[in-house]
């Protein structure tokens, strides 16, 4: 046993080693100076090629004023909401320490400081380590400043170094940037309501902030918003640092802060570009908001400068040609969203987001969820058909020769036979746009002239959730999925632009999927930060399905709903999308070089409202094969101009011909390509006529694609000509006129 001398000089020494490790700590580090803080610089953006895009951030967004220029209620406000014994404590929480010192030994996250003290520290602390060593340093410094500093000062300094979002460092810049105002005009109420982002701007800015976190919607934000800021004047009240009139005063109305401004250089599209790739950085780094906006990053981007300026220029032209506000008032509100990605890589390399923060619109339409994309969803229907089959083939895929009954106002089945219920019970019924009585044709020919009734009853054969299984495996993300009901197949899921974009890549790449990308890497000062590498290709889909898929969307355009896309002059395939009553239309095309999707929809600007596009434009209604693909055209004749037309890969039979039950057994015919044209004419007129007439039979690559036993794709009786073809979508609010479970139709 060793002597007790031996084990008192051991713990003397262990003690005296800690003092003055602890002596040595306190005298090594330094007093922060907010004023350093304010020092912050800008990030900067660059193209695909390596130029400069845009210098920006919160460099010039900083002005420190003294503690008298900070109103009481904004002093007590932080005290009595973050810390209310800021003026007695020393300025260090040790048990806060230990914990956060404890987390990031076991490799948890950092954790922030607890006190006004520990936070004003941190604020000035601008290193990107997320080390012990850091955390023991501020300690260090807490202490440091705690025993130099006084209360006024330390407070003064966290005032002006505290993030308050928008890109506002500082109380001076917060009070310009949410009131207008100087600092010292501020009421206690918007004072209140300033303190309350400090808790984070991402979820307590009214204004939202989805492209952060979906969560942080305006809604929720101003939920959030109101709670705290009416319990921060409460604490005010209950601390006695306001009078009852002055809690009276400022609790009787929330102080609802301006909108959004344009900053230099945030305009035109690249306000989108950089609210994209700020967006990606965040989601793939270890780098906080707050971190980013604090500057000395470079960015570079898959935006390439020359397709985004075809991009923008393609919504422009359209819009000057066909669209009207002050002429007409359904022209009002309408907006554009659009993406522009390569498939087998997933590079975004142009979008558009929308007219640009200077003329007040601060949402990325691009990069946003929210519009049903419609008919567009009906490959993924025919995919999951050819990959997985009907209940009925047992896991065996059918063929796009597979026949369904295509008239209107009919009744959707289960697979066990019995008829689709309304929540009262009565039967529910699928309508078409169009009541031309198609009868049974094949899934090709109801894709070509977008009939909804064969793809509804298909979604609910295959299984709307191996449906989900393919779009998702295709790219499209789980939040943006509607409820599997009938409807689902017919477009009632809400993916963003790029999304889409990037899904239909997927077809292009002959089912190999890259998830969309914006940003290649990230320095900061000079420094690489890890994350950022292209997304691994991976299979989404056999690579004949995904082909199959494409020569079905070949067809679309040469034939069907999406014809006006045939100016392009080359090789391409793609789909368009209208939902119900006209609330948006879509389309969806691509080469083997480029996929883009086009938007477009009509927006209530004070509650984000779709509204109708009947009547937009003068015409009865707005087509997917329209005013979306006259832009997508436009843009991808720039965007392709001298680059060769590669084609698509053949596709190759798939066998299994799996129709409707009640479908007639085609009587075989030595004839491919019928050439007799219909003996009845459609009873009503589509809002979509094409400009020329050409047969009405299918142009096809081989003949097994537009025969099935030598029969036709629903026989001459029932294929209409091109002069009366059946748009694609149900269009009006016949989509359910029974008013039952699942709203409207979307097709």
Not at 150 to 162: A, R
Not at 167 to 186: C, R, W
Not at 251 to 277: C, F, N
């Amino acid at each position: 046993m060793p002597s007790w001398k031996l084990v008192s000089g051991l713990c003397l020494f262990f003690l005296g080693s800690i003092v003055a490790a602890v002596g040595v700590g306190y005298a090594m580090v330094g007093i922060p100076n907010e004023n350093d803080a304010a020092k912050s610089q800008n990030n900067v953006y660059y193209w695909s090629n390596g130029d400069q895009m845009v210098a920006t951030g919160t460099g010039a967004n900083r002005q420190n004023i003294t503690i008298d220029q900070i109103p009481k209620a904004m002093q007590w406000s932080v005290i009595s909401a973050e810390n209310k014994s800021f003026y007695t404590d020393s300025g260090v929480d040790p048990m806060g320490i230990a914990r956060a010192l404890a987390n990031m030994a076991r490799g948890g996250e950092t954790q922030g400081g607890s006190t006004i003290t520990q936070q004003f520290v941190k604020n000035t602390y601008l290193s990107q380590e997320q080390t012990v060593t850091r955390k023991l340093r501020e300690m260090f410094i807490s202490i440091k400043v705690g025993t130099e500093l006084s209360k006024q000062q330390v407070l003064q300094g966290y005032l002006n170094t505290s993030y308050y979002g928008r890109g506002a460092y500082g109380i001076q810049s917060a009070a310009q940037t949410y009131y207008g105002v100087d600092a010292v005009k501020l009421t206690p109420s918007q004072c209140a309501f300033l303190a309350a982002l400090l808790k984070g701007p991402t979820y307590y800015d009214p204004i939202g902030a989805t492209n952060i976190d979906p969560a942080a919607d305006a809604k929720s934000n101003t939920a959030r918003s109101k709670a705290r800021w009416s319990w921060i004047l409460e604490q005010m009240h209950n601390d006695k640092r306001i009078t009852d009139a002055e809690y009276q005063t400022a609790i009787k109305k929330y102080p609802e802060p301006q909108g959004l401004k344009a900053t230099k250089g945030m305009t035109g599209q690249i306000s989108y570009l950089v609210d994209t790739a700020k967006k990606y950085v965040l989601n793939h780094s270890d780098i906080s908001q707050t971190e980013f906006d604090q500057g000395g990053y470079q960015i570079y981007t898959t935006f390439q400068k020359d397709k985004v300026n075809e991009l923008s220029a393609a919504v422009k032209k359209v819009q000057k040609e066909r669209i009207d506000p002050k002429k007409r008032d359904l022209d009002k509100y309408v907006q554009f969203g659009a993406a522009s990605v390569v498939p087998k890589d997933g590079a975004i390399v142009a979008l558009y987001g929308g007219d640009g923060y200077e003329n007040g619109h601060f949402t990325n339409n691009a990069d946003t969820s929210g519009v049903p994309v419609g008919s567009t969803w009906k490959p993924f229907v025919l995919a999951a058909a050819m990959q997985y089959g009907t209940y009925k083939t047992d896991g065996v895929g059918i063929s796009p020769l597979s026949k369904y009954n295509g008239d209107d106002h009919l009744k959707v089945r289960n697979q066990d036979g019995t008829n689709v219920l309304n929540k009262d019970n009565s039967i529910f019924y699928q309508n078409n746009e169009s009541n031309y009585p198609w009868g049974y044709i094949t899934l090709r020919k109801a894709m070509e002239q977008s009939i909804n009734t064969p793809f509804v009853q298909l979604g609910m054969d295959v299984g709307n959730s191996k449906v989900r299984d393919v779009a998702k495996a295709s790219g499209i993300l789980d939040d943006s999925f509607a409820t599997l009901n009938p409807s689902f197949a017919i477009g009632t899921s809400t993916p963003s632009a790029i999304r889409m974009a990037d899904a239909y890549a997927t077809f292009a790449a002959s089912g190999k999927q890259a998830d969309p990308y914006s940003v290649t890497a990230v320095k900061h000062d000079g420094q690489a930060v890890s994350g950022f590498t292209k997304p691994v290709v991976k299979p989404a889909m056999p690579e004949n399905v995904a082909n199959n898929v494409t020569d079905t969307l070949e067809n679309v355009i040469q034939n069907g709903t999406a014809k006006a896309a045939k100016a392009l002059g080359r090789t391409a395939a793609g789909k368009t999308g209208t939902t119900d009553s006209n609330k948006s239309a879509w389309f969806v095309g691509y080469t083997q070089q480029l996929s883009t999707s086009i938007a477009m929809f009509r927006e209530n600007p004070k509650d984000a409202e779709l509204l109708s596009m009947n009547g937009t434009a003068g015409v009865a209604s707005i087509h997917g094969g329209d005013i979306p693909t006259a832009v997508w055209t436009a843009y991808m004749e720039g965007a392709l101009k001298g680059k060769s037309d590669l084609g698509f890969p053949d596709a190759t039979k798939i066998d299994k011909v799996a129709n409707e039950d009640g479908a007639p057994t085609p009587t075989p015919t030595p004839v491919v390509t019928p050439s007799e044209t219909p003996t009845e004419t459609p009873s009503e007129t589509p809002s979509e006529t094409p400009s020329s007439t050409p047969s009405a039979t299918e142009t096809c690559r081989f003949s097994w694609q537009c025969s099935d036993a030598g029969g036709t794709d629903g026989g001459a009786t029932s294929t209409p000509t091109d002069t009366a073809t059946a748009t694609e979508t149900s269009g009006s609010d016949r989509g359910n006129q029974n008013g039952g479970i699942f709203g409207g139709s979307t097709g």
